[in-house]
């Protein structure tokens, strides 16, 4: 990860004289954790043991995240259950559990503080690489609509919000494809279904 | 790098002051103290140059240490802050000229934390 950190910090050096590498990062936590709220591709599956006697759990993510939302649950069958998460984190069920068992869910996640010792926010490294000449317009377009600033420019920070909000679009579909091209978006009517498939 | 302790600075001012020569026409504090002048307009100007105070005070650099003192300041901007200790040295001076150089080191230094063109 650390090579395609220094090329988008080059990148963004480059395109903004005058920026400091402490407002530079400062607008990449906050493209990141934009990036992570509108497209739900970083995730991550927890499974927990439910009993018939409670219908709320907590979980929090393994590494340094915060959750934005619960994408789904589903028990050691994979049939889906029903479930909220009013507060990120307190898992409630809508019904009390049959019988105890090990319930998976999945959880979308977004960047979060601390960061690392560099001052750069913790992510997999794979989004990074994939999406690295993207994210590169959404921190141009936050950095440039600053006000008051040598790199302040109104004209092309719409210009790289735009392109921003497309990767955004783009990779929204493509994480619920799992990155398959020409994968399904569509599910058959439920009604059809015998077995309710993962919610995700 | 040049420009890393106060020392560097006070020398470098010293030279765009043509002040060189003791006895000073303007003391070591009184330049300190218009570089501490100076990280206040830059807090107003360009807050994120000293994120690293926002959580605390602005430091107050004084003339002890002044040569083992590092200035917490990104490479980019230390020459502008040179500018502004010298140009709120020449507001001192009453004289018209000065006034004139006063101007500019002010001028010099808003433009650059403002601009790219200075």
């Given amino acids: ?200 | 790098m040049a420009l890393d302790t106060v020392a560097d600075y006070i020398r470098n001012a010293r030279v765009l002051l043509q002040d060189t020569i003791p006895d000073y026409r303007y003391s070591d504090s009184e330049l300190v103290e218009n570089m501490n002048l100076g990280l206040l307009e830059i807090r107003r100007l360009r807050p994120e140059l000293v994120r690293a105070y926002f959580r605390s005070t602005i430091p107050t650099y004084t003339t002890t240490n002044m040569s083992t003192t590092n200035v917490a300041m990104d490479p980019m901007y230390r020459v502008s802050l040179l500018y502004y200790i010298c140009g709120q040295a020449q507001l001192r001076d009453d004289e018209n000229t000065q006034d004139a150089r006063a101007a500019v080191f002010l001028n010099k230094f808003v433009a650059q934390m403002l601009t790219i063109q200075s």
Avoid: C
């Avoid at chain 1, 898992?91 to 977004?110: E, G, H, K, R």
């Avoid at chain 1, 960061?115 to 750069?120: A, F, H, P, Q, W």
């Avoid at chain 1, 579909?173 to 799992?178: F, S």
């Fill in chain 1, 1 to 200: 990860m650390t090579a395609d950190l220094n090329r988008l910090m080059d990148n963004l050096r480059v395109r903004l004289p005058g920026a400091t590498d402490e407002a530079l990062k400062l607008e990449y936590f906050s493209t990141m954790d934009q990036f992570f709220g509108a497209t739900n591709i970083w995730t991550e599956d927890i499974d927990f043991e439910v009993t018939n006697d409670n219908k709320t759990y907590y979980v929090t993510p393994s590494g340094v995240a915060n959750i934005v939302r619960l994408m789904g649950v589903v028990n050691s069958d994979g049939v889906t259950i029903a479930a909220l998460m009013k507060v990120p984190g307190e898992i409630t069920l809508v019904d009390y559990p049959n019988q105890s068992d090990t319930y998976t869910l999945q959880l979308a996640l977004t960047v979060k503080d601390p960061v690392t010792r560099d001052g750069y926010p913790e992510y997999p490294d794979w989004i990074l690489e994939k999406y690295g000449v993207d994210i590169i317009d959404g921190v141009l377009g936050r950095m440039m609509s600053q006000i008051a600033k040598p790199y302040s420019n109104e004209r092309m920070a719409i210009y790289h919000m735009r392109r921003f909000q497309n990767t955004i679009a783009i990779a929204k579909v493509e994480a619920q494809h799992r990155n398959v091209y020409r994968g399904q978006s569509w599910r058959f009517p439920q009604t059809f279904a015998r077995r309710r498939a993962r919610a995700w």
